[in-house]
Every structure is written in C-alpha cells, then in structure tokens.
C-alpha cells in the first residue's frame, strides 16, 4: 500500500507543472504546486512536506539554490531534482548538497512514481529507526527500575517472572508514580522486546477521536478522514499497547475494548471489515477502578479482562530513601544534559527531600532536579536551592523569625508564637495523614488537648 506524502512541486512550466499535479493526486499524494522560489519558501514556512520536487531553472533562481534552503530548515524533507539541463556536475552539486534522487526531463511518468515509492519507502525505514533508537535511548537514560524500597523490590520480583508471559497486566497508582516506566520496563524485558512499543493516554484524548486513535479509519469515514489510517492497536501488532489512564475512557469505548479483549480483533471506524490483532495489552490508571465500577463509570466485565495481572506503585513518599536515589539518578542525568557540574546535596537538603510529601511523585521530582540543577549549575544543592514550597512550615517560619529579628521594628511575640505553634501542629497532622494519635505522640501532647487546639484554631488540612 502506498504511503500517504505531502510533496511540494515546484516547476516554472505551468503545463508540465498542472500534469504532474494531476498524475501525483491520483496516486493518492497530497500536492502543493508552485512556480517560482519566493512562492516555494513561503509553502515551506506555512506547511510541513514529506517530499519536495523541484525543477533546477527557476525564473527567480535556481532549484540548487532552493535545495540549500530545504537542507536548512527541514533535513528531514526528502529531495527529488529535475531538469531538462542535467549534466554530470549538476547532478553532482545536487547529491551533494542532499538531494536523494535526479531525474532528466522529459520522463515518464511512472518512472517518478517509482521513484517517489522508493524514496518514500526509504523514509519510512529511516523514521522507524529513529523512532526505536529514541525508544532505547529512553530506555538507558531511565536505565532499570530505580529504588531499594521494599515495594521497588516487588515490582521487580514480578517483572521478572511475567518476562515470559503474554498476560494482560493493569498498572495502578498515582499521577506521576512511573507506570509508563514500568510498562516501558515490562516490554524490554518480555519476549516481545524486538516488537513494537506503542502509547496512548486515554485521557488525553477527546472520546470522538479516540475511537479512531484506537482503532484506525478508512478513508472518508467522517469528515476530514482524507485517507485510510492505521490505529494504535493495528501499529502495535506482534508488539505491545499500552493504554494509559484507562478510566477515563467512556463507557462507549469500553464495550468496543472489551470486545477487542475477547476477539483479538478490530474494526476501523467506517469499515465493515475486521483485522486481526496479536498485541500484549498492558493498562495503566490513576483511579481506583473498584470505585468507578460502584459508581456505574467503568464495566466489571471490562475490569476483570484488565486485571489479570495486577501491579500497584506505591507513591513517592512511602518508598523512604529511593527519593534521595531517585535525585541523584536524575542529577547525573541532567548534569550530562545540561552540562551542568552539581556533586550532590547537603545533609540538609536531603532531609527536606527526605521529609517532602512529594504530591507529584517521581515526576515533581524530576521537575525539581531539572530546575535545581539549571538555576545551580555547578557544586553542592543546599536547603535554599530547592523549592520554597519544600521547606516545612517550622522552616518557613524559623527563615521569617530570623529576617524579622534583624528588624528595627517592634515584634509581635504572641502573634509569631501562636503562628509558630499553628504551623507546628500543621506540620506534624500533614506528615502523619492528619492522624491525631500519631501526631499528638510526635508533638509529646495528649491527643485530647491536640484535638482542642485544632477546634480553637480552626486549622484545616489545607492550611498553609
């Protein structure tokens, strides 16, 4: 099947040019025809073009000229360059500068066409090879699963014994826990490592395009469809899916996944025809699916398909010292990108990470190493390097306490003493989940009094 092209013709002879238009859209190309150079950079500026056409003597300049121009801006556009003034070193010039083929006015029209097939083709084979070489690139940047908690070691443990199995796997946990990570770990280290890998966040996507995201089109299935597309599941074929936030998706797509789980097949939208599919479902959600099916959003039925194998990332801030481990994975990684020269942290500044409730997980604090080690740039990441968000309220107030003593004015000793004492108890109630007991044992109170100075101070969960 020929794959789809947006090519840009560009030809001075209005004739020739008005032919070649006609003879390409009938073999399913997407053309835009021009004359001249001025009219072909102002195409390349307003459009993205997989192949470029173009005639060597222009009337305001040359087609050598314009190829310069195309290697400049998009190296990724492949070049086709015709004349009917071809000589050896024009010819040279052309390849030289980056064209991929040459051909010699007058010609026949299905010798272009071969000729486009095969550029196309090659194209295709360079795309795939970055596409995987970015992959694993990825893949060693992230390197193994990171951390030495207990529930790290879990994973792991059940990594390895589902390296030979084909089971559907549903990863749980919250936004920014690493469940793609593991998926991504789950495929490299399964015997469907040298097949397709291929993502799709549910979520992400409104319900009436991610049929089609899902499932593929044919050509003139609803408006736009201007051609016949593969869907995620078709691209994934001998491979892996991986379907991020599974419960968002709408109870609609859930029938047509369900019926995917059981026939291992689907049916692109507008055919009446079925394709066959061998693809290893791996899924992935934030919510706790259990609840979703109580409250009528998410099948049982659909459930159970999903949960075959079932894999819970515990969020960030019960896996201990793997965020110090976490940190410094990502130090390294940003000092070799960013060519940044950070030697690591201050015993201070490990214990605020140590004791940051890290609502965003893993990601939060990637975005943290990222920015840290941007603003740094080189030596040891100190307390007031990390975000002031981090700092627990007895640090926030104990910087505030220092500034205000270097103040001539007057302090208000009852008004900082009684903030000090509010953000204290915040502090601990929030370490501990707002469990009174645990935090009235850490305070050295009795839990009585505890409970009678949160209702005296009408402190909250959300109290700054």
């Given at each position: ?7 840009l ?11 070649l238009?006609e ?13 001249n150079?001025?009219?072909a950079?102002e ?17 305001d300049?040359t087609g050598i000229?314009l190829?310069?121009?195309?290697r400049?801006?998009?190296n990724?556009?492949?070049?086709i ?18 064209a ?25 084979l360079?795309?795939?090879n970055k ?6 690139q ?9 951390g030495?908690?207990?529930s790290?070691?879990?994973?792991r443990?059940?990594l390895?014994?589902?390296s ?8 749980t ?7 793609e990570?593991?998926a991504?770990?789950?495929?490299m280290?399964g ?10 966040n549910c979520?992400a ?6 049929e089609s995201?899902l ?6 299935a ?19 899916i991986?379907?991020?936030e599974i419960?968002?998706m ?6 047509k996944l ?11 939208v ?9 693809v290893?479902?791996?899924a992935a959600?934030?919510r706790n699916?259990?609840?979703?099916i ?11 398909r ?5 894999l819970?990332?515990?969020p ?16 390294n990684?940003?000092n ?7 030697s ?19 990601r ?5 190493m ?17 975000p002031?968000k981090?700092?627990?309220?007895t ?7 220092q ?10 000793l009852k008004g ?16 501990f989940?707002w469990?009174k007991?645990?935090a009235a044992?850490?305070l ?5 009094t505890?409970?009678?100075?949160i209702k005296?101070?009408?402190l909250?969960p959300n109290?700054?």
């Amino acid at each position: 099947m020929r794959e789809t092209a947006f090519i840009l013709l560009v030809e001075d002879e209005k004739e020739l040019r008005e032919a070649l238009k006609e003879v390409l859209n009938q073999a399913h190309y997407h053309v835009e025809a021009v004359g001249n150079t001025f009219q072909a950079k102002e195409a390349m500026e307003n459009n993205k073009f997989d192949l470029a056409i173009l005639d060597v003597r222009l009337p305001d300049g040359t087609g050598i000229d314009l190829l310069r121009k195309v290697r400049q801006t998009d190296n990724d556009i492949a070049v086709i360059m015709m004349t009917a003034f071809a000589d050896v070193d024009t010819a040279v010039d052309a390849i030289r500068l980056g064209a991929d083929d040459f051909i010699k006015k007058p010609f026949d029209m299905d010798e272009l066409l071969v000729r486009i097939d095969e550029i196309m083709k090659k194209r295709s084979l360079v795309r795939d090879n970055k596409a995987l070489s970015k992959q694993v690139q990825t893949m060693r940047g992230q390197g193994s699963l990171i951390g030495q908690s207990e529930s790290m070691n879990k994973i792991r443990n059940v990594l390895e014994v589902l390296s030979d199995s084909d089971s559907t796997v549903l990863i749980t946990g919250e936004s920014g826990t690493g469940k793609e990570v593991v998926a991504r770990q789950l495929h490299m280290t399964g015997n469907r490592s040298n097949k397709p890998f291929v993502s799709i966040n549910c979520g992400a996507i409104p319900e009436e395009l991610l049929e089609s995201e899902l499932f593929g089109h044919v050509k003139g299935a609803f408006t736009g469809a201007m051609r016949t597309k593969p869907g995620r599941f078709e691209l994934a074929n001998n491979g892996v899916i991986f379907l991020d936030e599974i419960g968002d998706m709408s109870p609609n797509l859930q029938v047509k996944l369900l019926r995917v789980l059981q026939e291992r097949c689907i049916e692109p939208v507008g055919s009446e025809k079925t394709v066959k599919i061998d693809v290893r479902i791996i899924a992935a959600t934030h919510r706790n699916l259990e609840e979703e099916i109580e409250a009528g959003r998410f099948r049982e039925d659909l459930y159970y398909r999903l949960n075959v194998i079932p894999l819970h990332l515990s969020p960030l801030r019960e896996r201990g010292e793997d965020v110090l481990l976490l940190a410094e994975h990502f130090m390294n990684h940003f000092n070799a990108s960013k060519q940044s020269e950070i030697s690591g942290m201050t015993d201070e500044a490990k214990q605020i990470m140590l004791n940051y409730p890290w609502p965003g997980n893993v990601r939060e604090l990637q975005n943290v190493m990222e920015r840290t080690s941007t603003l740094k740039r080189s030596g040891m990441i100190e307390a007031q390097d990390l975000p002031s968000k981090m700092l627990d309220q007895t640090q926030r107030l104990k910087q505030n306490m220092q500034l205000d003593m270097d103040s001539e004015d007057s302090i208000d000793l009852k008004g900082m003493v009684d903030e000090f004492e509010n953000n204290l108890i915040v502090s601990a109630l929030n370490r501990f989940d707002w469990n009174k007991n645990r935090a009235a044992n850490f305070l050295s109170l009795n839990r009585t009094t505890l409970v009678e100075k949160i209702k005296k101070k009408s402190l909250q969960p959300n109290e700054p």
